[in-house]
């Protein structure tokens, strides 16, 4: 099966007329799925990349709504599909739980990720997301037992996302320790595809993990990309060939 | 409250839900390491208790005053005002009962090291102390503004042993330090603790907290009782709330009207208070569904109150489901109250409280009015006010 390749961005970040292209650099670079990071004020599950980005959009006006209408306008020639990721508050704002199902719908997109929901705590959002046709995308953890993943399988219904670390989000050097083991236990219970994140940051990364995942998540390292960008173009170059490269990496 | 109503009170749920708040909404690497702790503290046997009953005794200096402010409730002419003297525990306030209960958790949990949040530094300071008593790396987080308000109870801990990280993200206070000290804990998870400070966070921190509180009210009831006395009325200032479930809970089956007072700040009508049950909406902060102050994206708005203890944009659960049936209510004091509240039990009782408990002061010296002398009010007194000098040496004036 082709490795499928998840990149991620906060919507907003740097700013928020640079949405739009940096979404299609990253579909031309040849993302599977895009994650559309929807900023939060408090982002438990997210280091201090993630953080500042969210930041900077939330002060550049960036609102759930606004990436909404966004992606409504723009979706329609993307070859990726797109995944809104964001905490259960904002979520919950968009008019409860059924109406953020219509909403996320409304602009096309295919699945959900929310860092700060438990599975224990999913059941009733995960049917709101299914009556719409939007997928729920159960997180893994390090620390997730069998017992756990046996649980996390059944409702896994397009795919799920396996932390790598016990940790935040955020680039580090090099591939966590122990991962094998802990990969091998999710390929073995979970009947769906996996992807893997948190602190891949080059392609050397997203080869090793590619080869016992289904693909990867790559986000802090893109921000930051994006940070040290001098322009929108530059940015958008910088981008597009970043995720090419990753393409090719796990290609391979 | 009747009585069928009163016998039915069984909360939290097994997922820890109050009603429709509470609950588990944190990531998953934290999930496993909540179900062992779920799993251990129901399990507790009595040995465990009478060691935390030992050390509330011996060190923290338990079972704490109920005392009649008998000049005050003349002046305020009405109702007799007796204050639960919290204040005189270890440390100087209620919170030194939870950080006990919780250290000797982690200790037979096999941890190795202790992480919490702190906003007025008195968490913190309980924290690190019991730290110190059984030797345990303690890392404290707290919002910068924080540190430059509570600089002394910073020092406290510092002398303490323990290692304070002022947080700069956000608005640099309560908030913010909990976002850092839980992303703290989901890198440590395996060796480390989460001591929470207030009746907050995902199951079963809101019902473990208040178990460890819920001596105040306990030993409420016994001193009234000694006396051939009941409260009419039950007065508590509201942060996360862990003073006031503490001391509302063993009435929730009672005849007693639970009255929270939560920071109003420079107004509720402002945009600066901290006032979650009057001017919140159901939210998600911090690991359960509460009463939160958010814009309408859902994004957390900030909270302002003079005392560092009550600037939070949440409130426990329970208190949330508590207000929900009615079984509780809840008014707001602003600053300005509640710094009168400081200098009237000061000036009646000599006794300075702390800025937190100074609202439920202010609040007591209205309601007090408005009932018969016959009536008891029980106002928890949860902190003494040393930590508060630096502020009421800058807004109260000396003779005034
Ligand atoms: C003396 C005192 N009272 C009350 C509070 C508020 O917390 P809670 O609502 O959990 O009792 C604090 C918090 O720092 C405090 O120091």
């Given amino acids: 099966m082709k490795k499928l390749l998840v990149p991620y961005l906060t919507a907003g970040f740097p700013q928020r007329e640079w949405f739009e292209p940096i979404v299609r650099a990253m579909d031309e670079g040849g993302a599977d799925y895009i994650e559309i990071g929807v900023p939060f004020s408090d982002p438990i599950a997210d280091g201090p990349t993630i953080q500042n980005a969210s930041q900077k959009a939330l002060d550049n006006g960036t609102t759930p709504r606004w990436i909404l209408d966004e992606i409504k306008r723009f979706r329609g020639d993307l070859n990726a599909e797109l995944i809104f990721f964001s905490y259960f508050n904002p979520i919950l704002a968009l008019d409860g739980l059924e109406g953020a199902a219509k909403h996320l719908k409304d602009a096309g997109f295919h699945g959900v990720l929310v860092p700060d929901l438990s599975l224990e705590q999913a059941e009733h959002f995960a049917g709101a997301m299914a009556a719409e046709g939007v997928h729920y995308i159960p997180l893994i953890a390090p620390t997730t037992t069998e017992e756990r993943l046996k649980k996390i399988a059944p409702v896994t219904t397009s795919f799920a996302y396996g932390v790598s670390v016990t940790g935040v989000t955020g680039a580090r050097k090099g591939v966590a320790q122990g991962l094998d083991e802990y990969l091998a236990r999710v390929r073995n219970l979970l009947q769906r595809p996996f992807v893997v994140g948190f602190g891949i940051s080059t392609p050397e990364d997203a080869r090793a993990i590619a080869r016992q995942a289904d693909g990867v998540v790559v986000g802090s390292a893109l921000i930051r990309l994006m940070e040290q960008a001098e322009d929108l173009d530059d940015c958008v170059k910088r981008v597009k060939t970043f995720i090419s490269e990753l393409r090719q990496a796990i290609d391979e | ?400």
């Fill in chain 2, 1 to 400: 409250m009747t009585q069928t109503q009163a016998e039915t009170y069984q909360q939290p749920d097994a997922f820890g839900h109050f009603g429709r708040f509470g609950g588990q909404y944190v990531p998953e690497t934290l999930m496993p390491a909540l179900h062992e702790l779920i799993e251990v503290y129901h399990n507790l046997d009595e040995s465990f208790w009478r060691e935390y009953r030992s050390y509330l005794k011996d060190y923290v200096g338990r079972p704490t005053p109920l005392y009649e402010a008998k000049r005050w409730s003349r002046e305020a002419g009405g109702a007799r005002i007796f204050l639960k003297r919290e204040d005189l525990n270890h440390t100087g306030a209620h919170k030194i009962n939870n950080t006990v209960g919780q250290i000797l958790l982690a200790r037979r949990m096999g941890k190795t090291r202790i992480i919490a949040e702190t906003g007025a530094g008195q968490h913190g300071v309980a924290t690190a102390t019991v730290c110190a008593l059984f030797d345990m790396p303690c890392v404290v987080y707290m919002g910068a503004e924080d540190v430059e308000r509570q600089s002394l109870n910073v020092y406290r801990m510092k002398l303490l042993g323990a290692e304070v990280r002022p947080v700069t993200s956000g608005s640099q206070t309560l908030k913010d330090a909990t976002n850092e000290a839980i992303r703290d804990w989901v890198t440590n998870v395996a060796d480390s603790f989460y001591i929470i400070g207030s009746v907050v966070g995902p199951h079963p921190y809101p019902a473990m907290v208040r178990d460890f509180q819920k001596v105040i009210g306990e030993e409420c009831l016994q001193q009234l009782d000694e006396r051939d006395l009941k409260a009419d009325a039950v007065v508590a200032c509201v942060g996360g709330g862990s003073n006031a479930m503490g001391i509302f809970y063993p009435f929730i089956d009672k005849d007693t009207r639970l009255i929270g007072v939560e920071a109003a700040g420079r107004g509720v009508e402002s945009d600066e208070h901290a006032a979650s049950i009057s001017k919140g909406k159901p939210g998600v902060l911090h690991g359960a569904m509460s009463m939160l102050l958010q814009d309408p994206n859902g994004q957390v708005a900030l909270a302002h109150s003079i005392s560092a203890g009550l600037d939070y944009p949440g409130i426990g659960p329970e208190h949330a489901h508590l207000n929900d049936t009615g079984r509780s209510a809840f008014v707001a004091v602003t600053d300005e109250q509640a710094l009168e509240g400081v200098v009237r039990v000061s000036r009646l009782e000599g006794i300075i409280p702390a800025l937190e408990s100074a609202h439920a002061v202010a609040y007591v010296d209205q309601l007090a009015r408005t009932m018969r002398p016959d009536q008891v009010i029980l106002l928890n007194m949860s902190g003494r006010g040393d930590k508060d000098m630096n502020t009421y040496e800058k807004h109260i004036k000396p003779g005034a």
